[in-house]
């Protein structure tokens, strides 16, 4: 398995798309959290985006489950950047390749 930063930048008009869908796109991660697919996630400060840190087979697959969470869904990310990432030191360096 791969660990791969995903960085969400969310449409500027978005806020209200993102309160109303926010239960199930955290529901929609604690499941992936669960299964252990989803190792951290969370928001910027100042509400532009968010950091998600994800274990896939690769980026395919990666993308693929990107497309089923409620905000894509629903029009809330504008872009999204995926990258290869090797945790080398601390907490998530367990997951390292």
Do not use: C, N
């Not at 008009?13 to 199930?24: K, L, M, N, Q, V």
């Not at 894509?72 to 090797?86: C, F, K, L, M, Q």
Request: charged letters at 25%; zero cysteines; a negative charge.
């Amino acid at each position: 398995m791969t660990v791969f930063a995903v960085e969400y930048v969310y449409a500027a008009d978005s806020g209200a798309i993102r309160d109303e869908t926010r239960p199930a796109h955290r529901a929609w991660l604690s499941d992936l959290a669960d299964e252990g697919a989803l190792l951290a996630s969370g928001p910027y400060g100042d509400g532009a985006g968010a950091l998600l840190i994800f274990k896939s087979r690769d980026e395919a697959e990666l993308t693929d489950l990107l497309k089923q969470d409620p905000f894509a869904d629903a029009g809330a990310i504008a872009g999204i950047r995926t990258t290869e990432w090797s945790p080398i030191i601390g907490l998530l360096s367990e997951h390292a390749s």
